[in-house]
């Protein structure tokens, strides 16, 4: 059996007890593209998927993108 890694919208969508089905159907976003991005680190978010799953969830988009990328800094 091998141990599932969530990702950070993963790891968020959970915390907030997010129904991911139910997100699927009002994105229009796969449940096989879902469970990539909450479970696989090498798939990456597109904005607009961002954008629809913030609405979804009725949260700020601006919100959700800080809570999933604010701990990126730049180089120094």
């Known amino acids: 059996m091998t141990k599932t890694t ?9 915390k907030r007890s997010i ?3 139910e997100v ?3 994105t229009g976003i796969s449940k096989t593209r879902m469970s990539r991005l909450t479970t696989q680190t090498n798939a990456f978010l597109r904005a607009s998927e ?3 799953i913030a609405l979804a969830i009725e949260v700020d988009p601006a919100v959700l993108q ?11």
């Open 6 to 14: 969530l990702t950070d919208l993963g790891l968020y969508l959970g």
């Open 19 to 21: 129904n991911k089905a």
């Open 24 to 26: 699927c159907n009002k």
């Open 50 to 52: 961002l954008y629809l």
């Open 66 to 76: 800080k809570e999933l990328y604010g701990n990126l800094k730049l180089l120094k």
